[in-house]
């Protein structure tokens, strides 16, 4: 393997050095033409055919050539020479386009091959875990191993793609190890600060999933089931979230900025403290949410739906463009708020 890069190496090094070569040479040559034409004609050498002269009989008159006649001369091989060039030229940089396009698909494959390794074998580790170990039993003995598997998670997340960050969930969820124990009001595996940017979770059921400081900035949970779940200090930004139900859904302090919400039911969700700046809210449904201290700066809600909400004071609806019964009925809750 040595001595064919070594060899490899003197062979690029050896092209490297002959473009200099042959274009000093291409050079050399055509100075060398040149001089042998200019000589020809100021030292009149006969035997050149470059200038005039008159045989034995006046039909064999030739005369001096002219400019004309040497572009006669060279003008068709410099016309294919030229195209020659351009021609392979085109070739080398289509070969060139096509091999690099190869490699690119070679590697898009090898990239994705490591990826379903690495999913497969988290995934056989995490079942001799759950199997093995006893994950899912509380107590002193699987602290351990809850703290193996969620070091694994948070690693394996980092080199995964959109669509199998989405697997990875699906499967915790379906494996009871991010539903939050009631007794304990924590979840097996802690996805706090998880890297699940873009996953992809259409259509999926993470009812009272815990994703509690996740990132999930761009995550895809459009039509998804996410109602209960604890999205508290969640980074929702620029998520698609269209047609999902996040019904009593807990998002105190989630960031929502750009995410669209469209048809989304938001019924009675903890919204409080929530950054909504814009968001797509068109035809949502937010009837008594929970929106105290929450960011709704610059928002046009006449296509939302509410018949009743929670604000407080420290809600911030600066900007936000209302129809008068949505305003008769955040007048109402403020009034209320002032008389208390």
């Known amino acids: 393997m040595l001595e064919q890069k070594s060899r490899a190496g003197w062979l690029e090094l050896l092209a490297k050095k002959r473009k200099p070569i042959v274009l000093v040479g291409s ?74 396009q190869r490699a690119d698909i070679e590697h898009a494959i090898a990239q994705d091959s490591q990826r379903e390794t690495l999913l497969q074998t988290y995934l056989d580790r995490m079942s001799d875990l759950i199997l093995t170990n006893h994950l899912r039993q509380s107590g002193p003995d699987t602290i351990e191993a809850r703290h193996i598997a969620r070091v694994r998670t948070m690693t394996v997340l980092l080199r995964l793609d959109d669509d199998r960050k989405g697997s990875l969930v699906r499967f915790l969820y379906d494996a009871g190890l991010i539903n939050i124990d009631t007794g304990t009001g924590e ?117 939302v739906i509410f018949d009743q909400i929670t604000t407080s004071n420290e809600t911030n609806l600066g900007g936000t463009t209302l129809t008068p019964e949505q305003i008769k009925i955040i007048s109402k809750v403020h009034s209320e708020l002032l008389s208390r």
């Open 27 to 100: 050079v050399l040559l055509l100075i060398g033409f040149i001089v042998f034409v200019y000589f020809g004609y100021l030292q009149q050498w006969g035997w050149t055919g470059f200038n005039e002269s008159i045989g034995p009989n006046i039909r064999q008159y030739q005369p001096t050539k002219s400019l004309w006649d040497w572009l006669q001369l060279l003008i068709v091989p410099a016309v294919l020479g030229v195209a020659a060039t351009w021609l392979n030229f085109v070739m080398n940089r289509n070969e060139r386009a096509e091999t690099q």
């Open 187 to 303: 979840s097996i595996i802690n996805l706090g600060g998880a890297n699940l940017s873009n996953a992809n979770l259409n259509r999926t059921n993470l009812i009272g999933a815990d994703l509690r400081g996740a990132d999930l900035s761009g995550a895809d949970f459009s039509f998804a089931r996410i109602d209960d779940a604890h999205l508290e200090k969640a980074n929702l930004s620029e998520a698609n979230l269209t047609g999902a139900y996040l019904t009593d859904a807990q998002l105190s302090g989630t960031k929502l900025g750009g995410a669209r919400l469209r048809g989304t039911n938001l019924k009675r969700a903890h919204l409080n403290d929530a950054d909504l700046r814009e968001t797509d809210l068109y035809r949502a449904d937010i009837s008594r949410a929970d929106l105290s201290g929450a960011n709704l700066n610059g928002l046009d809600l006449t296509d």
